[in-house]
């Protein structure tokens, strides 16, 4: 071989061969797995609790290829590696504390994302700008500034980004297709009922687990002392809970709202626009909203004596039906992804949809905080002339994480 | 209550029973429309600022603001940018308070503060979209340290006035990471260009992105904006 080196030999002999001299048949495909050059390449970022049935979705997909896990906790990570390895029979699936290693691999397509919300808009921008396509967990946002730049940052690029609520589509079928099919006749509103509003935490320190990489999970929010119910992924949205911290998620007006008004603005047909109106009620029943949207149509959320997703149509009359949205590819919102990662399609939550949705939680956020009403531009993604309220557009980052 | 409230800030801390802050909360609505009560309120802020508060209590008093902080806030607020534990939620309000002695606070901070801080302040300037402080930013893309590189690129990316696009223009990227921030920003800048209707500097920007050396997703976003560009 001369001086040549074996790595610089392999590298020649490579490029010289008009095919490799062995077609595996994990390259070719069978029964269980798509060809290779037919596979998309993911990896997963956040993969405790949500991110564990997103990585569950795609690891079983013919048509996805696996190959890494990121995550801040060791456990979560060995944990999502073991089911990865166990699925392909080899130990090939690579972990990474650090997301900024992952996205760094060219070899890799898309990621799915379902870290707590505050890392979301970080997440989703940086992996379009390193060309990757990206399914984010709802809710995609923590504050409303971060909203249109993850649009653009997947407009820039080309990229597919979809948003996660599955609900969206699967859980509120009969009030979609009522609406749709046109039997309320004009659709006036719609009331959605969630709560509560997250709060500020201020749970007292605890011994730091071995376990878990403290300042990357607190990473853009506020600095504050490690405590496990601070960072529990649990559900719950009253304590105890990231979904219950303001540093961390909008509570449940945001954790269920990306549900229920992405429910309700599915049903409306309103998934496109944003409102500019939202009107503060503090009556005898209670305090709510109500935010009207350029077409008229409004949105009310927790008015009283109203159910969830109630809808007020116009009695009597009925409209031409309208073919109702729905899902590409198959294996519901995971395979609407995937087969629009192979198509360049947007995908049924495309990540403006997305925005759109959850901004109406911001907006319910602000006006409960502020207790009053909002005038909103959604050109220009401003309160116009409301100094005070566009002061809760966005917050600081912590560094040194930037948008 | 509100005199209560300033008291228990004295021995807030992390574990504190929260709702003993409720007052303050609630004086930060009920003063909107009494400047009067709205400015004395804020004068306790910034008062309790200067004392040996717990780093809670001052995360708190930040927070609070953020919400209605003016530039009588920003002398004591720009004290902290140098201060490790508290740089961050000084920034919190600073980033926050429409008056541009916030901005100028943060500039001026700015040459005098060295490593990840200096990213956080880096961060709330493109945030604010201050655009005096172009000057400043193009002199960082030229700094020895990546990620302070890579911060001043992304700011000027957010300012994203054509003065930011020629600072970009100027950048010579050492890393891989510091290369697609200055990439990224270039896009940004080419945007808001095309925006505003001037699609000669756009194209300009969109065509020196179109290099064989250029990451692909960057030569795809330039090839789209030159075809944005020609109304495509």
Known sequence: MGTKTRREFIQTASATLAAPYVITSTALGNDERAPASDRIVMAGIGIGNMGKGDQGAFLGRKDVQYVAVCDVRNSVRETAKRKVDERYGNTDCKVYNDFRELLARTDIDAVHVATPDHWHAILVIEACRHGKDVYCQKPETLTLREGPLMIQAARRYGRVVS??????????????????????????????????????????????????????????????????????????????????????????????????????????????????????????????????????????????????????????????????????????????FIDCVKTREKPFRDIELAVNTIAVSHLCIIAYQLQRSLKWDSAKQEFPGDAEANRLLDRARREPWQV | MLDQAFEALKTYDWGAERNVLSPINEAVLSTRNDSAARNELESRLVAALKTPISRDAKDFVCRKLMQIGTAASVPTLAELLSVKDLSHMARFALERIPAQEAAQAIRDALPKISGPLKLGMISSLGQRKDSASVPLLAKLLMDTDPAIVRSAALALGSIRTSESAKALSNARPTSPETQLAVLDASLSCAEALLAAGNKGDAIAIYKSLLGDGQPKQVRLAATRGILACAGR
């Not at chain 1, 609900?167 to 609406?179: A, M, P």
């Not at chain 1, 990357?216 to 490690?226: D, Q, V």
């Not at chain 1, 992924?233 to 509570?251: C, H, L, Q, V």
């Not at chain 1, 409209?319 to 109702?324: C, G, S």
Request: charged share 20%; net charge negative.
């Open chain 1, 163 to 336: 948003g996660g609520s599955q609900r969206v589509l699967e859980d509120y079928k009969g009030i979609v297709n009522q609406c749709w099919g046109g039997e309320l006749g004009k659709i006036k509103s719609i009331n959605v009922n969630v709560d509560p509003l997250s709060q500020l935490c201020n749970l007292p320190a605890e011994q730091l687990s071995p376990d878990i990489d403290w300042d990357l999970w607190l990473g853009p929010a506020a600095w504050a002392p490690y405590n496990a119910a601070r960072c529990s992924g649990s559900f719950s949205t009253a304590g105890n809970s990231w979904r219950s911290y303001i540093d961390y998620s909008g509570g449940g007006m945001t954790d269920w709202g990306a549900h229920h008004f992405g429910g309700a603005t599915f049903a409306v047909d309103v998934r496109e626009l944003q409102p500019d109106e939202v009107t503060f009620h503090d009556e005898k029943e209670g305090k709510f909203l109500s935010l009207r949207y350029p077409n008229g149509i409004v949105i009310t959320h927790n008015r009283p004596k109203t159910g969830n997703l109630a809808v007020e149509g116009t009695p009597g009359e009925s409209r031409e039906p309208k073919p109702v949205p729905t899902y590409k590819g198959e294996g519901g919102i995971y395979g609407d």
